[in-house]
Each structure stands twice: as structure tokens, then as C-alpha cells.
């Protein structure tokens, strides 16, 4: 399924918070178009640090980020947004005083062509926007929120989209609706890092998948052969314990 290229490619990056204190120590990572590719670990491993590198809101102080063959290592975010990379984060992903439609028009800031068909593409990936677009964000449930956090995203079309931990805080409910939600947009055609702490959904849905433990990247492979690891399984995944 793969071209021969990577859409992303993370080369040996190292990052961090404070200066000569990297989380990342040497982290690589790729991912092809059209792909989904989980990033799981333990708290503190650096799954979130990784995804605020390749976005632009942390500089890696070694390494290289490549982006659509192009060196993104240094860019700002509004530079990578602009080349087809959109980032949900954990919190704060919504404009909470702003109603839903408000909302996706306000993903959609940099774009010149008429919103509504991309509202409408929208609406029809998460029905439940559509019956909510009057509403204030502040008054949806969490994974209502989670709904149009991922729909302000996709109202760029980006190439690559980087969810960190989708589920978080959500029903067990919630989280199949989420994940279902996240295969739907990659069938798509949007290719999605997903850093998650639901360790085995996220195997069980991705491509492929990286394990990071104290900033490195410790295994890597098929989803379903990560999943089925005995060492991956013991160190990481527990029993039925998602990380």
C-alpha cells in the first residue's frame, strides 16, 4: 500500500521542554499515505512530545522532520498547516464560546474557497455536528467535542492528520464512536497518526505501530503483530490494562 516514499519521516530527533533535558532521544518514525499508524507507550515515554515536534510547537534540538519530501525541522505550525498537516490536541481543541459551525468555519481560516460543501462533508462524517450546529462547543459532551475537534481539522483537507489521545476522558462508548469516526476519515484517504493511551484499540485499528519507552522508539511493526507480541504484550499492554 505503500509509495516510495514516506509522507512523514522522523530521523533520529531529539527533543525536549528544557534545554539539555530531551524526552526524545533519538526517535525515529515514519508513516506512508493513507495510513493510520498508532504511537503507544507508557505515561512519560514522549508519544505527546513527538506529535508537538512534528507540528512545529517544539524544535528538535538533533535531528530532521520531513514533511511531503521537504524539511519541516524548525517551521512554525501556520507554516505546516499550510502544507497539509493538521494537529488535534488532548484539551483545549474547540473554541468553546463559539457554536459548532462557527467552529469548523474557523478551521477553515486560511482556506479562499466557498466552506459550505466542506461543512457539508463535515456534517456527514459526524451526524451528530449537524444536529448540534447552532449549539455552543462548551455545551457538548466530551465526545461531542472530540466530534468537531476533529471536524475543524478536516475542514483543511489536510494529508495528514495528528490526533493525541482521542479517547481520553471518554465513556467506553464514546471511545468506539471516536475510533469509528477515525477509521472513517482515513477511508477517507487522510492519513492519521494516532497517539493514543488505548493501547490495544489503537493496534487493533492501525497499519502500523511504534512503542516508545523514555523517548525512544523500543518496537515497531503491523499493527496486529505489535498487538500480538509477547514482549510488547507484557511490557506495555498488560492484562485486558490499556497505557
Known sequence: MYSSAPLLEVEDVWAGYVKDLDILQGVNFRIFPGEIVAVIGPNGAGKSTLAKTIFGLLSPHR????????????????????????????????????????????GAYIRKTALAPLKDRIYGTFPVLATRRRQKAGTLSGGERQMLAMGKALMLEPSLLLLDEPSAALSPVLVSSVFEQIQQINQGGTAIVLVEQNARRALAMAHRGYVLDTGRDRFSGPGNELLNDPKVAELYLGAGRVH
Open 63 to 106: 535531528g530532521k522532520v520531513t514533511f511531503k519530501n521537504r524539511s519541516i525541522t524548525g517551521l512554525k505550525s501556520n507554516q505546516i498547516v499550510q502544507m497539509g498537516m493538521c494537529y488535534v490536541p488532548q484539551i483545549s481543541n474547540v473554541f468553546a464560546s463559539l457554536s459548532v459551525e462557527e467552529n469548523l468555519e474557523m
